[in-house]
């Protein structure tokens, strides 16, 4: 799949959540699919976990 289908998919998706939910309603959904591909990332290895402790307790990394 292409990326702009992927993005015109997203789009219409959140548009229903919009539609159905209601504006809090949108923001929870793109919150937990951020937070979910977050936990994707992590898992498969594209991001560092070590890495990102780091920079979230504000700690200089020497990786």
Known sequence: MSNTLVGALIG???AVVALQFGFWGFVLVIVFG??????AAISSGKIDRGALTDVLTGRRSSR
């Not at 951020?34 to 936990?39: D, T």
């Open 12 to 14: 219409a998706i959140l």
């Open 34 to 39: 951020l937070i979910g591909a977050l936990v």
